[in-house]
C-alpha cells in the first residue's frame, strides 16, 4: 500500500496492514473505485485515490465505536454518493469530510492539494458538523439558518451531510441509547425534512426509518411486524394484480415495469398515529407501482386501470399536471380490487421515477464534470429565500415555524379563475394565495371568493378551490393577517409593509419633535446652512433628513444637539447663559412624567416619545392603545378610554404599545368613593391603603345630601392594575362604602 507522507500526517504503520486484513479497507476502496468509474468514466480515478490515502492517513489509528477502523466510514459515506451518480468533487469531500473535524489538517491544506471546490465542501461539511441541532428553538433557529447558508454556497455539502448521516445512522447501533434518540431526532426534526424538500425520497425515507428506529426500537419493531403480517398476508393477491396489471398493459402496447410497493414503518407509523386506525384501515399501505416510458403513456396506463378496477372517489391524485412543491411527480389512484380490497397504484414514466427517488441529486447523474448551475436552481432559489427571510425575521421561534410550514407541510392545490394551479401549504389562507400571485395583489387584497362565493379572509384554502381574490388599489396589508398567513412569503410582505409603515410614522413624529424643540430654542430651521447640514446628517451616520427625524420619532437621538449644531450663534448664546447662572433644576412634576413615560413603549421600537393620555390615565397592566398625535408623540391611552374610540378614525395613526417591564415606578390614580356618611370611615380608607403601601397624593371629603352619605375623593398612587384592583377590592370590602368609581 502506498501513501504519502504530508506535514503532519501519520506514517503509514503496522496497524494499518492489521485492520486493513481485518476490515479490507482496500477491497472497499477498490468497490468504491470501480462504481465510481462505471458511473463516470471520464473522471480522473487517480484524484479519488489521493483523497482516500490522505484521509486513511490522517484517520489512521482512530476507531469508530464499533471499533472499526475510522476510514471504513469515510469510503462507505463516499460509496452512498458514487451509488447516487455524484461528481468527482462529491466523492472527494466524502472522503474528506471528517478530516479536518477530527485531525490536524487545515482547509489550507486540503485547498492545496485537492483544489477550491473541495476546500469549500470539506469546509462546508466541517461547519455544519459543528452545529448544534439538538438545542433550544431559538438556537435551533440560527442552526438551519447557518446550514442554509452553507448549502446555498455549494449544495453538494448539504448532499454529502446527509448520506454521513444516513451512514452514521446505519451503524448507530453501538452508541448509548442516550446519543441515539439525539441523533434520531435531530434526523428527523432537520434533515429528513431537508431531503424531502430537496425531492431525495429514497434518502429521505431511510434516514426517517432508520431514526425512527433510533428514537423507539420497540415501536418500529412492531409496526415492522404488523407490516410484514399484513404483506404476507396480502402477498398472493397482490402477486395475481401485479401479473394481470402487466398483461393488460402489454395488450394495450404501454411498456411498463410494475413492482409491488409496500409503505414504510415511518411514514405508516405516522399515518396510524394521525388518524388513529388500525393497520387494517391504511389503505395505501401496498401499492403497485408502475413505471412507464412517457407521459402519455402514464394516463394511458392510468385508463386501463381505471378499466378494470373502479376508482375509490376523491382517491385520484394528478401530480403530474400539478407537480409537489420538491418537484414530485406521479399519478396517484386508489381502486377496489376483486374481492373488495383496496389498493392503491402509482404510475410515473421513468424520468419522473428518478426525480422522486433521488431528487436534487438527479442532476447530477448524466452530467460530467460541472455542475449545472441551472437545474438545482429551483432547490436553491427556495433556500437563498428562507436565508432571505430568516435574516428579516427577528424571532427565532417563529423562523421555525415558518420553516416547518415550508419543510413539513402537506399541500393545497388552488386554481387561479383562468385555472392556473397555485401550491401552498395547507391551511393557506387567500391572503396566502394572494401573495403567491403577485404581491402587489396581496398588498391590494381586501376579499376574497371561493368558488364563486365570498370567503373571509382567513378562510382555509382546500383542494380544488377555485380563488379569486378582491383588490382595492392602495389598500395596505393588516398586521391581524400576520395571525393567520401560512406561507413565509406572505408573512415576509406583510411584515414590510408594517415596518415601512412604522418608519413613516416615525418620520412624523420626528419632524414634529425636531420642529418643536426648534420654536422653543428659537432656532429657526428655515436659515439652516446646506452644508452644516450635510455635516450632521453625516455625524450622525444617516443619508438623508428623512432618516435623522426617524431617529428622532424612534426615539435613538435627541433633538436639542442636533439644533444646537445646526444652529452655531443659538449655541454660543445657550454657553453664555451656562455660564452666566445655573440652570435650574429640573421641577419635580417633570421628572415625575420622564419617568412614569420610561415605563411605556412603542412595540418594536425604542424609546419613542410617548406619554399617558391624561383623560384614562392608563396603568401598567391596563390593555393600551397608541396614538400618534401631531407634534406631541405618541399617546398612549387605556382600551376602554372613550376618546379612543373617537380618536381611532384614523387608523393609520393607530400604533402598538406595551408596558416596559420596569416596575419601579408609581402613578397616580384618582378614585372617587361613595360611602355612608359615618365616623371612622376615612381612617379605614388610610389603613387599607398604608397596608396596601400605596401613597395618598390627595384626599377632599363632602357630604352627598341628596342620597344621605358622603363621597369622597382620592388621589392614590399605584404600582400597576393588580395593586389598584386589590386595593379597590379592599375598600369595597368596609362596610358602608357603597361605590367606587376610577376617575382617571
Ligand atoms: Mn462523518
Redesign the pocket.
Known sequence: MESKSSPGSISVSAPLTKDDDLYRIEDRYAQLEKSFSSNRPKEDLAKVRAAFEFSRDQHIGQARKSGEPYII?PIA?AQILVDMHMDLVCVETALL??VVEDTGVTIDEIRKRFGPEVAVCVDGVTKLGKIQLYSREEQQAESVRKMLLAMVGDIRVILVKLC?RLH?LRTIGSLSREKQTRIGQETLDIYSPIAHRLGMGKVRAELEDLAFAAIDPEAHADICGQIEHKRKASQEFLEGIQKSVEQKLAREGIPARVEGRVKRPYSVYLKLKKQKIPIEQVYDLLALRIITDSLKNCYAALGVIHNEWPPIPGRIKDFIAMPRQNGYQSLHTSVMGTGGQAFEVQIRNEEMHRLAEEGVAAHWKYKEGRRGKSTEEQYVNWMRQLVEWQQEMRDPGEFMSTLKVDLYSDEVYVFTPKGKVVVLPRESTPVDFAYAIHSDVGNACVGSKVNNRIVPLKYSLKNGDVVEVLTQPGHMPSKDWLGFVRTSKARNKIKQIINATERSKAIEIGEKYFEKEARRLSVSISKIDEAILAQVLEDYGVGKLEDLFANLGYGKIEARPILMRLSPERAAQEEAKASEAVAPPPSQANMDKEAKNLALRVKGLNDVMIYRAPCCNPIPGEAIVGYITRGKGVAVHSISCTNVQNLMYEVERKIDVEWAKSGVESFDVQISITTDDRPGMLAQFTQILFSENSNIRSLEARGDDDRDGAVVDMKIEVRDKRQLEKILSALRRIPGVRDIERKS
Request: glycine share 0%; net charge negative; no cysteine.
Open positions: 466510514h459515506v469530510h471528517d454521513d452514521n
